[in-house]
């Protein structure tokens, strides 16, 4: 099993930056890939970046060039650096990991952008 932590979420101004962190405790030797989604009211979640076990990163075409996703292996834990925020990435941030078996998530994190 893994658990994941999230935290960084809040309220910025359109233009702003925050950066968002994910600790992973329990099994995570297992974790073959971490990512960020967020769910906006009303809409479906989705896939904003995406980083596996080897390092190479994917991102959603909505965050390429404004958010950056990382991982601190010796920290176990995943950060999403969000810059040039607009009103619409304003959602849940949820932190997802995968091992060969299952997906485990976190509670969400709320980020608003206000304009």
């Known amino acids: 099993q893994v658990q994941l932590v999230e935290s960084g979420g809040g309220l910025v101004q359109a233009g702003g930056s925050l950066r968002l962190s994910c600790a992973a405790s329990?099994?995570?030797?297992?974790?073959?890939?971490m990512a960020w989604y967020r769910q906006a009211p009303g809409k479906q979640r989705e896939l904003v970046a995406r980083v596996i076990r080897g390092g190479s990163t994917n991102y959603a075409d909505s965050g390429k060039g404004r958010f950056t996703i990382s991982r601190d292996n010796a920290k176990n834990t995943v950060y999403l650096q969000m810059n040039s925020l607009k009103p619409e990435d304003t959602a849940v941030y949820y932190c997802?990991?995968?091992?060969?078996?299952?997906?485990?998530w976190g509670k969400g994190t709320l980020v608003t952008v206000s304009s």
């Open positions: 329990g099994s995570t030797f297992k974790i073959n890939a």
């Open positions: 997802n990991a995968e091992d060969a078996y299952s997906d485990y």
